[in-house]
């Protein structure tokens, strides 16, 4: 009873069906690392297109006050042509680098030692199911538990190399920086005469506007003035001359006076 107890338990602990690196592409056994340096002209912009775009997060840090950051992220290789279109949208790409390791040697001697550990778990299946003594039984289960934990450790590199070849990760890099004076274009020389001549131009009429409107407002309250000012001298000279009338008739008095008598 206890056999049959122990012989249950271990085939509860062993997965029913081993799980493989399935590969039907050379580039599947491909592990993809990628690096890429923007610059940005809006900082913040940036982080909503790093925000879409598909994948995980694996490590960011971003300072949009210093106008830097960098970002890791994995992303699924179907969606790599799309994720690297927003990120050169983004900005100018100023470095950009990838790499990939091929594991197509690991993956093959993992699934021949998952072979060879799934043939020794069925034999030893086979001769704990005949086991006659005790300690035969203990020896063939101990045996048999180390075999199960081999095969669970080689699955488990199994699943993480199946992940690692099926997605891609994206060392992203940004700075912000104010954006590019655009190139001026290059001209002809009766093109650069004429560039001249309307230059030249617009700085005469731009003078001359700025001499008129000086004028405009100097003449208004130098004209007030004036006008002030010739009336005070016409008052003045009105002023003297009936003074002056006045002396003449009292000397013509005079006169008529010393003359009667």
Do not use: C
């Amino acid at each position: 009873m206890k056999i049959r107890f122990v012989i249950a338990f271990i085939m509860i602990l062993m997965p029913i069906a081993p799980s493989t690196v399935q590969a039907n592409q050379p580039n599947d056994f491909l592990i993809r690392d990628y690096n890429i340096d923007i610059v940005v002209y809006n900082l913040e912009e940036a982080l909503e297109v790093l925000n879409n775009l598909p994948g995980f997060v694996l490590n960011s840090r971003i300072d949009v006050r210093s106008g830097w950051g960098h970002m890791d992220r994995m992303i699924s290789n179907i969606d790599m042509e799309r994720a690297m279109a927003d990120l050169h949208g983004m900005g100018r790409v100023v470095h950009s680098s990838s790499a990939s390791r091929n594991v197509f040697a690991l993956v093959s001697d993992l699934q021949s030692s998952f072979q060879v550990r799934s043939a020794e778990y069925d034999r030893l299946m086979e001769l704990l199911h005949e086991a006659d003594t005790m300690a035969n039984f203990t020896n063939i289960e101990n045996r048999l538990v180390q075999v199960i934990e081999n095969m669970e450790d080689i699955r488990s590199r199994q699943d993480q190399l199946a992940f690692e070849t099926a997605t891609a990760r994206i060392r992203i890099g940004l700075s912000a920086a104010a954006p590019e004076a655009e190139d001026e274009p290059e001209y002809g020389a009766i093109q650069r005469i004429g560039n001249a001549f309307v230059s030249s131009a617009g700085i005469t009429f731009a003078v001359l506007q700025w001499i008129l409107i000086v004028l405009a407002y100097v003449s208004i309250p130098l004209g007030f003035f004036i006008i002030v000012g010739i009336g005070v001298v016409w008052i003045v000279l009105r002023r003297n001359r009936v003074r002056e009338d006045a002396a003449k008739n009292e000397i013509n008095k005079d006169d008529l006076a010393e003359g009667g008598l």
